[in-house]
C-alpha cells in the first residue's frame, strides 16, 4: 500500500485547534502525486502525452479530532478505474501516531487532454503504471455512469446562474 507522512504545521491547524479540512485535501493530493510521479506520472511525463488529472469530488469522513504534535499519515489504493483508464477513484485513510483511523476519502476523477479539453483514456503504459496500485477491498471497473451518481449539471436558465 503506498502511504506518505506528514507533520501538521501551523498552518494546517484551523480555529479549534485541530487539523483543518484543507490540510485533509493537501496531504491526499500530495500522497497521490508522490505515487503519481513514482510511477511514470511526473510533470515532463503528462506533458509528453499532453495529459492532465481533473478532480470531480473528494468525500471526506471524519471520525476523530487530531492535533498538532505527531506525525499522520495517508494511503492511498485504487478504489476504481475505467478499462481505458479514463475514469479512476481513489481510497485514502488517515492514521495518527499510534495507527488509528482517524478520516478516510474516496476521490473520482479523469484525465483531460490538454488541447482539446476533453476527457481522454490512458495510454497502456501509463494505465498498466497505475493499476499497480493496491486496489481497494471493492475495487470495480467504471463507467461513465459510475461519475454521474452525486450531484447533477445545474440547468444554464437557473437563477443566479449567469
Not at 10 to 33: K, P
Not at 114 to 141: A, C, I, Q, Y
Request: a neutral charge; hydrophobic letters at 35%; proline letters at 3%.
Amino acid at each position: 500500500m503506498y502511504k506518505k507522512e506528514f507533520e501538521i504545521r501551523w498552518s494546517d491547524i484551523d480555529a479549534n485547534g485541530h487539523l483543518a479540512n484543507t490540510a485533509y485535501i493537501n496531504f491526499m493530493s500530495h500522497t497521490r502525486m508522490g505515487f503519481l510521479m513514482k510511477n511514470g506520472f511526473g510533470q515532463q511525463e503528462m506533458a509528453k502525452h499532453n495529459i492532465g488529472p481533473v478532480v470531480f469530488y473528494e468525500h471526506i469522513y471524519y471520525f476523530r479530532e487530531v492535533f498538532a504534535g505527531k506525525p499522520v499519515t495517508v494511503t492511498l489504493q485504487l478504489k476504481g478505474l475505467s478499462e481505458d483508464g479514463m475514469y479512476f477513484e481513489f481510497a485514502h485513510d488517515f492514521y495518527d501516531h499510534k495507527g488509528r483511523n482517524f478520516a478516510s476519502c474516496e476521490m473520482m476523477g479523469a484525465w483531460i487532454g490538454l488541447k482539446d479539453r476533453k476527457l481522454t483514456g490512458l495510454p497502456s503504459e501509463l494505465f498498466e503504471n497505475l493499476n499497480s496500485l493496491d486496489h481497494t477491498s471493492n475495487f470495480k471497473v467504471l463507467t461513465k455512469e459510475d461519475t454521474r451518481k452525486f450531484g447533477k449539471k445545474p440547468k444554464e436558465d437557473q437563477p443566479g446562474l449567469s
